[in-house]
């Protein structure tokens, strides 16, 4: 799955503008595959903002805002097409940093809802990538061993998680598979 990079940046730079905080498009690669709580945790940082309403009101927005940017997702097709060619045959995850409910209508609108065998979001762990907790809590679902787990992972907070489980990873940016 791709989870819309434009829409999230849009969603992104639309919910801190108003606190004063410009996302450039550089900042913003930096930190994808980042969960959005760590990523809004960092701008307000790095800006030496402190909000009026708290991070979760701030992620709440932003992922409101995603989802009217949900239209503008497309797949990842090497990826959608080797998941619904292992479904049924291997013990499939997604471990998303995305929350729950911006997870599940991404997979519900790119045909992908059924596939999986979980889905383990930010909202399930205290940490998000690049901490392994998201990959760990996938695997333990799964009743698999982390290292005989691989991860496909579009992010370099992702493919720091993954190796932080013990876990196999491909770059599916760069890597052919």
Do not use: N
């Not at 550089?26 to 790095?46: F, K, N, V």
């Amino acid at each position: 799955m791709r989870a819309g990079r434009p829409g999230h940046f849009a969603a992104l730079s639309d919910t801190l503008a108003p606190l004063g905080i410009e996302v450039g498009w550089s900042w913003y690669l930096t930190h994808t595959g980042t969960s959005t709580p760590e990523t809004i945790g960092d701008a307000l940082r790095r800006h030496g903002v402190t909000p009026v309403e708290p991070v979760d009101a701030l992620v709440a927005v932003c992922e409101e805002r995603y989802l009217d940017h949900l239209a503008e997702v497309r797949e990842i097709p090497r990826v959608a097409d080797l998941a619904r060619s292992l479904a049924g045959r291997l013990p499939l995850a997604v471990a998303s940093g995305g929350m729950r409910r911006t997870v599940q209508a991404t997979m519900a609108h790119l045909g992908l809802t059924g596939l999986f065998s979980c889905t383990v979001t930010r909202d399930d762990v205290a940490e998000g990538k690049p901490a392994p907790e998201i990959f760990l809590l996938a695997a333990e679902r799964l009743g698999v061993d982390p290292a005989r787990c691989l991860v496909l992972e579009d992010s370099d907070s992702g493919l720091l998680a993954a190796h932080r489980a013990g876990m196999a990873a491909v770059d599916i940016r760069t890597d052919a598979f």
